[in-house]
């Protein structure tokens, strides 16, 4: 199935070979220069997915991301040259679903792109169930989740890490297990990664982040009850 996918990155060589890649695969590419050009893009189209540089121009790529959760979840796919890990976190906390560090190859961010797009948009038997554990419900058709019938928005690994811990209700998922669920490829990061989403994601749950609790050196676990 072809997205609708933009691109925000001022070097006109790497977008326009990103672009090239995207296209070869079917998907059909808007391109943005700058901060700037972005919002107003994403204020007058609908796209299934943003791969959004940094170190843009105007507006950089942290503010972009942080305007569009205000109203969106769609997927985002961070880009930046710099490797610090703060930086990464920082875009994590934004509610960036990955993050790619330049030079990167080409095929290799094809392939998080496809990984990103097959868990959000892949209609299979599972999309048809609403699943609900202690006062939170989960559509996976629509991706609504409801805490005692009021909707909260979150990102779309917010959402993965969500569902694989209700739907392993008492088992203790592993970090290992989650970053295998929600990113598919080796993880090289630190614990702080996966510390930051669920961090994010208790927030957005309020009282029922209680639900979630953390098994020392080991990973999480979605509590039976309360």
């Not at 090289?188 to 614990?191: C, R």
């Given at each position: 199935m072809p997205y609708k996918i933009l691109i925000v990155e001022d070097e006109t060589i790497l977008r326009e070979i990103v672009k090239d890649y995207l296209e070869n695969e079917g998907h059909e590419v808007i391109e943005a220069i700058?901060?700037?050009?972005?919002?107003e893009l994403f204020q007058e189209q609908n796209f299934h997915l943003i791969i959004l540089d940094i170190m843009l121009p105007k507006v950089d790529g942290w503010a972009v991301c942080r305007r569009i959760r205000k109203t969106s979840n769609v997927p985002i796919i961070m880009l930046t040259a710099r490797v610090d890990e703060d930086d990464t976190l920082l875009g994590f906390e934004l509610g960036a679903d990955d993050y790619v560090t330049k030079p990167y190859s080409p095929p290799i961010l094809l392939a998080r792109v496809k990984r990103l797009l097959?868990?959000?948009?892949?209609?299979?038997?599972?999309?048809?169930l609403t699943l609900t554990r202690n006062g939170i419900s989960v559509e996976f058709a629509t991706r609504k989740v409801k805490?005692?019938?009021n909707?909260?928005?979150?990102?779309?690994?917010?959402?993965e890490i969500l569902t694989y811990l209700m739907q392993n209700q008492g088992i203790v998922i592993t970090r290992e297990q989650l970053v295998?669920?929600?990113?598919?490829?080796d993880y090289?990061?630190?614990?702080r990664t996966i510390n930051t989403h669920i961090r994010n994601l208790r927030t957005k749950l309020g009282s029922k982040s209680k639900l979630i609790s953390t098994i020392i050196r080991t990973g999480y676990k979605f509590e039976e009850t309360v």
């Open positions: 700058d901060g700037v050009q972005a919002l097959e868990s959000r948009y892949k209609m299979n038997e599972q999309s048809k805490i005692d019938g909707a909260i928005n979150l990102t779309h690994t917010e959402f295998q669920k929600v990113w598919g490829y090289n990061g630190d614990d």
